[in-house]
Every structure is written in C-alpha cells, then in structure tokens.
C-alpha cells in the first residue's frame, strides 16, 4: 500500500503567470484611466443637456396673460401658479394669479393671492378694483363697493362693473341697470360690461334684453367661456335645451374645466334625459372644483331619480349650506324625507319652497301632503285652500283636502270634495292667484311702482275678480314698458284668455314663447291656438317644444291625447305607456286615454283595465265612464258599455266625442 500523505504535507503545483513589460502595463492603466474620465465628463454633459431649464417665471406670467386673453382661464391659473413657484417674492405673478381665480370664480384664493401681492411690494392702488371683486365673491357687496370707490381711474371700467354687481346683490336692481348702461354708453366695445348687463336682465327676467346684451358680448369676444355660457343660457330660455348644448359645448372648448359652463351643461343634459353625459360632465365639475355645492345637488338630483335615496341624502348633505335656501334644494331635500317617512320634516322643506313660491300649485300640493300626513291637518287647509277655491281645481289637490277634512271630524265638507274629485275639473284652466283682496294689492304695487311684480299681482287679482278689461288694459302697460319680459307677456295673454279672445292671445302667447319657451308658456300657446281653431299651429308648437324637451311629461301628455283622438292607436299606446311607467297609475286622464288607445287598437282586455282604473279614480267624471264604456264595448260586453256611455253623456251633454260613442254602440 503506497504511503498516503496528508493534504497539508502534499506538493503544490506551481502556477504560471503571464508576464509583460512594465512600460506596456503602465501605458494600459493610463488608457483606460483616460476612458473612464472621458465617459464621466460625456455622461455629465449629457446630463446637463436634458436637465430642464430653471423655470422663467416672466415666461410663465406671459403664458398667463396669454391664455387669459384666450379665455382659458384654468390655464392661466396653471401658468400663473409656475411664475408664482419660480418667483415667490414678485408680486405682479401673485396679482395675476388672483385675476385667474376670479375668473373662475373662487374669491377666498383670489384674496389670499391679492394680500400676497402686497405683502411682495405691488402698490394696493393697482388692487382695488380685484378685491372688489373678490369680496363680491365672498358675499361681501358693501365691501366691494367700498374697494371699487377707491380704484384708479385706469380700471374704472371694471370698477364699475363690480359696483353694478354689488348694487345687484344688494337688491337695488335698477342703479345697477343704470351702471351698466352708463358704462357702455361710454365704452360700446366693452364685452364685459355687456356681459353682466345680460347677466342682470336675464336675471331680472328681461330675457329679450338679454339676448340683445348677449350678442353683442359674443361678437365682441366669440372666444369668453363666461360669454358663451351666457348665450346658452339665453338660448335655453328662449328655445329649449338641445339648442343650448353647442353654446356650452363652445365655452369648454376654450377652457375645458370652466366650472359655470359645466354646471349648466350638466343641468341641462339631465333635463333632457341623458343621465350618464351629465353625470360625467359633473365628475368634472368636481375636478375644476372639488366639493363644489353644485355639482354634488346634481349628482343628488341623478341619485334620487334612480331610487338611491340614502346616497342622494349624503350627497345633498355634502354639498353644504351653500345651496340648502335654493327652491331645488328645498324640493329635492323634502322629497327625500318624505319617501323616508320623515313628514314633519318634508314638510320644514316644503314650507319654506311655499314661502318662496306662493303661487306654484305643486308647491302647495307637496306642502298639503307633508302635513297631512304629519298629523297636522289643519295646516294641510289652510295651504290647499287657494287651490280648492278654484273651479278647476285638479283631483289630487280635491283628495287630499278631502282627507284633511275627514281628519278633523267636518264629514260633510270631506263628501262634498270627495264628490268634486270624483267628478274632476269642471272649468278649464286658469291662472292661480293668491285670494289677497285687490285693493290690497293695489296698495302694494304703489308701494313700489318700480317693481313689475306687484304689478303682475294686480292683474292677477283683477282676473281673479271677473275684471278682465280692467286686467287686459294693466298687462298691456307693463308688457309696453318691460316688451322683453316673457311674464308681462304671459299676463297680458292670460287676460285675454279669460275674456274669451283666444285668437289675440294665441298671438300674445307666441311673443311670449319666443322670448322664453318654457313649458307654461308652451302650453297656454297650444291651448290658445287649439281654442282659435288654429290646430295645425298648435301641432307645431308643440312638436318644436318636444324636439327640445323630450323628457316633459306635460308635452308628451298632450301629445298622447292627440293621437288618441286623431286614431293613431300604436303611437299613443307608446306615448302613453311611457308617461304610465314614469308617473305610475294615479294619473286618471292618463289611463282613460290608454283605455281609448287599446279599445282602437282590438285589444279589449287590457282596454278595461285600464278602463276601470281610470273609473275607480274618478268615477263622476264624464271622459272616465266614456272610456271605460268604450273599453268594455272593445272586449264585447255590449250591455255595461250602454250604462257607462249613457251616465258619460249625462255628464257632459255637451261633448260631441262622447255622444258619438253612444251611437257609434247604439
């Protein structure tokens, strides 16, 4: 066996190296030495080179001035912000920047901004007319009034115009009108003056005068998102909803988050039904302005007709006290608490809605409700009173006063509204006014003989009373002094209405229309031309009004109605239907003419039902028990039919419809 020798004690091999002269080695470290340095100074200078330049803050203030000009004005925030960044301490870029927030609207920025300007050294006399402004925008009308006193005279143009704005807040319309026109009386070319003119008249409800200032302010400056969502405004007055759009399309291609222009853009794509545009439209009402009150209202709005009660709470509630006294505000807020059970509640909301429209019959019809079902049904009458006085007073408002008279133990005047729910209107509809004695409100309007709504009150009163001459003569002063107010419009035509010159006052109505085509308006229009025997006007007033308002249910009733009475039974199941599915099945005229549309179209059992449900609504109503007696002749029941037509034609002796169908059966 060979010795075995440990490892420490074995033989190691010896290794090569590789040797080299010792002049070629040193030449070598020197070369890569001098590599190594020259990719160093190379990576430094391409480092230098895509290092962005510092910011120039007198580059970043002209961009600012510059997409002020071109009317982007969240833009110029942005730019004006940089310059602010690069230049802390200069106080024309803090100035600026304070322009750009009160062009968007948000005066407690602009205020900070301002006192930054001056604490940067910019003198307070090239300011005041800004903190005017931004004190207006705070809720502070003295204080802008007290600040544009002591602007310089080079910005008394827009000292003026913060001063008529002011007045405006203040309520004293009519010095602020004056401002205005003064201003423009001596500076025509003065876009912005024009604007808040129209602003004030479209306010004021001189939509005429405001569609004049309005187009003089877009031709003077196409490119002003406030000018632009100004003439959409106007235009939405004047001609509907879908012939706004473009206009607050145009305002947000120049400044894509101008915060007024989406707010409006947003209320009227949800009038016109198309719920997922605006709600994506206030998403970015809520980027340009987070927690903006307004935005999260619509979004309350959107949530509340999808059925999500606890989400448009929380979104109402999120927006704050900022909107809480708006009439919409009150309206939805007392419509949660009702379909919530919280009555007393609803019925705060309600009567404070009343308070700010004593003459809108839903208003009341909402308030009486509340307090019925609050356990307050004495107040229930004296809120339904004006409307039940009325001879055309609606089912609706006759039920619930019948059950607020039930619930204080009068069973008589319960049974006598209960008859005249049963039996329906039995006059054709008039203007509401309060039952205030006309001498009082004579009194009133002398009171303020500037003021043209105690005036519109007189003439109410005086229709009220049967003094049709009398109102028709008043109406015709006020719509000659204020000719672009839709209202004095509207009385005038109202007054002549109710004396029977339906002709004249279809032509009064039209003034009206085009001034302001909103639903009222479209239809005292259609019911004056039907009346004057002009149909085919009448058509068209009301096709014009639904191409821009698809989703009014007070057009797509008529409409239903018409093509049940001209025969086209499938259209006016469709119109119907839809109206049902929206409103549900309280609506009596509704179903009776969904029961006509059936018994056309040979479809009889579903006729009857519909039928009878409009007979169980108002079973003393003539149109109910003639469209019941119609469906039941549809489905063969020949013998109920003749009872049910021959009790509709004792109801109403007088309609030629509903005797024809006696003897279309006879």
Avoid at 558 to 567: D, R
Wanted: net charge positive; glycine share 10%.
């Amino acid at each position: 066996m060979a010795d075995a020798r440990y490892p420490m004690l074995r033989r190691r091999k010896r290794r090569r190296r590789l040797t080299m002269p010792a002049a070629l080695s040193g030449a070598r470290v020197r070369l890569l030495a001098i590599g190594l340095l020259c990719l160093i100074v190379v990576g430094v200078g391409v480092a230098l080179a895509l290092r962005p330049p510092k910011p120039d803050a007198r580059r970043l203030l002209a961009d600012s001035l510059a997409t002020l000009d071109a009317g982007n004005y969240s833009a110029a925030r942005t730019n004006a912000q940089a310059a602010v960044a690069a230049r802390p301490d200069w106080g024309l870029a803090h100035a600026v920047l304070a322009r750009a927030y009160l062009e968007l609207g948000d005066g407690l920025a602009a205020d900070a901004e301002l006192s930054r300007a001056q604490d940067a050294g910019l003198p307070a006399d090239r300011l005041h007319q800004l903190q005017a402004h931004a004190d207006l925008l705070q809720g502070d009308p003295d204080g802008a009034l007290d600040e544009a006193a002591q602007a310089s005279p080079r910005y008394a143009g827009y000292a003026a115009r913060i001063s008529a704005r002011a007045l405006a807040a203040q309520g004293n319309v009519v010095d602020a009108r004056a401002r205005l026109e003064a201003l423009i009386g001596g500076a025509p070319s003065d876009a912005a003056a024009w604007t808040d003119l129209g602003r004030l008249r479209l306010t004021t409800g001189d939509v005429g005068g405001a569609a004049v200032a309005a187009a003089r302010a877009v031709a003077l400056a196409p490119r002003d998102p406030a000018i632009l969502t100004l003439q959409g405004e106007v235009i939405r007055s004047r001609y509907g909803l879908i012939a706004a759009l473009p206009w607050f399309d145009a305002a947000l291609a120049r400044d894509a988050y101008y915060h007024p222009a989406l707010i409006e853009y947003a209320a009227t794509l949800g009038d016109a039904g198309r719920s997922a545009d605006m709600l994506a439209v206030t998403r970015r009402a809520l980027l340009a302005r987070p927690g903006s009150p307004q935005a999260l209202y619509l979004q309350a709005t959107l949530a509340a007709r999808a059925g999500r009660i606890d989400l448009a709470r929380s979104l109402l509630r999120s927006a704050g006290g900022t909107i809480n006294g708006l009439p919409g505000a009150l309206l939805l807020s007392g419509s949660l608490d009702y379909a919530q059970g919280k009555f007393e509640q609803a019925a705060a909301s309600w009567r404070q809605l009343v308070g700010q429209q004593p003459l809108s019959i839903v208003a009341r019809q909402l308030l009486g409700a509340a307090l019925l079902r609050s356990g307050d049904p004495r107040g229930a009458l004296d809120t339904l009173r004006p409307i039940g006085l009325r001879p055309d007073a609606d089912v609706y408002s006759l039920t619930l006063i019948a059950r607020a008279f039930d619930a204080v133990g009068d069973a008589g005047s319960a049974a006598s509204f209960r008859d005249r729910a049963a039996a329906g209107p039995v006059a054709p509809a008039s203007v509401f006014a309060t039952d205030t004695a006309i001498g009082a409100l004579m009194a009133d309007a002398a009171t303020a003989p500037g003021d043209p709504t105690y005036m519109l009150g007189v003439i109410r009163g005086q229709i009220a009373a049967g003094d049709t001459a009398g109102a028709i003569a008043r109406a015709r002063s006020l719509a000659g002094v204020a000719p672009g107010a839709p209202a004095a419009q509207l009385a005038l035509g109202d007054a002549l209405v109710a004396a029977g010159r339906y002709a004249e006052a279809a032509g009064v109505f039209a003034q009206a229309a085009d001034l302001s085509f909103d639903e009222p308006t479209m239809l005292r229009l259609v019911d004056a031309r039907s009346r004057a025997g002009r149909a085919e006007g009448a058509a068209a007033a009301l096709a014009l009004y639904l191409s821009q308002n698809p989703q009014s249910l007070a057009g797509q009733r008529v409409l239903g109605h018409w093509q049940v009475a001209s025969g086209d039974w499938d259209s006016a199941i469709e119109t119907l239907e839809g109206i049902r599915r929206r409103v549900g099945n309280q609506d009596g005229a509704v179903l009776a003419d969904l029961a006509l549309a059936y018994a056309g179209s040979d479809d009889g059992a579903i006729a009857v039902r519909y039928g009878r449900a409009a007979y169980g609504l108002s079973p003393m109503r003539a149109a109910a028990a003639d469209a019941y007696g119609v469906a039941l002749a549809a489905n063969g029941e020949e013998e109920g039919a003749r009872q049910l037509l021959v009790k509709a034609t004792r109801l109403a002796p007088g309609d030629a419809a509903i005797a024809g169908h006696l003897r279309q059966l006879r």
